[in-house]
């Protein structure tokens, strides 16, 4: 299975792990993931706070060269840049005047001919029962949160991703390689991501609430597909205790992780261990496929 990849700039930076993980995990699972050529910033943190056109521009040259280079299925793990990709994407085909006007910013024209997948939908198109085949060391037993955020659902006219109010997709891929999605109210509140660095205490309080939630449903990990979520929700957690008595100490992993694990890729090569709060612990959960419990039916 080949498909195309954009990993877009968090994948080569702060989130380093999420990029290593989609990497071992695709190659484990035979799927060749294939650069789109000369691909640029999307601008999806701030370029659409700076003009509208260039918040479109930048995806829809992106997408352009994808398609230029016979790239008909893209994935893009990072939340902001698949949401980036897909609403131009969506844009672009509803509205001539948008087309024309990226045609002429861009010098490429894009004729809507790639489909874009998140961190979720890789495994979806890879189909889950393959997936089940792969799975060696299930974490069987592991309770887990996954959290939606913003991004991945949000707004739902234009991504088309799972109910935006309550997506079940990422808990099917959990379930399918052991573990337990429990039931929660805060899948897709947002963490404040946005105001990481303008207001710090606001992130920290909606970052409360969302592991206070988590571990009071009986958590013992928080799932995630986003670079902004990993960030408030792991290298937060020390802050939050500090200022709110807390005593958080659950482990954020990356879907890409999770899955990565239990197809049997090594953690260091997953970056697991790049975490602020330890995620190693995950390890000592997984047992042989051969001894695995079946999942439960949905």
């Known amino acids: 299975m080949k498909i195309g990849y954009y990993p877009g700039c968090s994948l080569h ?45 930048l995806p829809a040259r992106n997408l352009a060269l994808a398609e230029e280079a016979d790239l008909t299925v893209v994935a893009a793990p990072c939340a902001m840049c698949s949401s980036a990709m897909k609403k131009t994407h969506e844009l672009i085909l509803s509205d001539k005047e948008t087309a024309a006007e990226m ?22 198109e890879y189909g889950l029962e393959e997936l089940a085949k792969r799975v060696v060391l299930p974490l069987d037993g592991l309770k887990v949160a996954c959290y939606y955020g913003c991004l991945l659902t ?31 109210g805060f899948k897709t509140e ?16 909606l970052t409360r609430r969302i592991l206070e939630n988590a571990v009071n449903n009986g958590a013992e990990a928080v799932i995630v ?13 020390a802050n939050i205790n500090k200022m709110f008595g807390t005593s958080f100490d659950i482990p954020i992993v990356y879907l890409t992780e999770l899955v990565g694990l239990a197809v049997g890729v090594k953690a260091k090569k997953l970056g697991l261990r790049k975490h602020f709060v330890d995620a190693m612990r995950l390890t000592e959960r997984m047992v042989p496929a051969s001894k695995r419990k079946a999942p439960v039916a949905r």
């Open 13 to 57: 930076g702060m989130a380093i792990d999420f990029g290593k993980s989609t990497a071992a995990t695709c190659k484990a699972l035979g799927i060749e993931l294939v650069e789109i050529p000369d691909w640029s910033c999307c601008g999806a943190s701030a370029a659409h706070s700076t003009s509208h056109l260039l918040g479109m521009a």
């Open 154 to 184: 949000r707004p739902p006219d234009l991504l088309k991703f799972d109910d935006p109010e309550q997506p079940v997709l990422m808990d099917e891929v959990c379930r399918v390689v052991g573990t337990e999605p429990i039931e929660w």
């Open 103 to 124: 045609k002429r910013l861009t010098g490429r024209e894009y004729h809507g001919g790639v489909k874009i997948l998140n961190a979720v939908q890789i495994f979806l």
């Open 190 to 205: 947002c963490c404040g991501a946005g105001f990481s660095m303008s207001r710090t205490d606001l992130v920290c309080e």
């Open 225 to 237: 597909a986003c670079p902004m979520c990993h960030s408030n929700l792991d290298m937060r957690q």
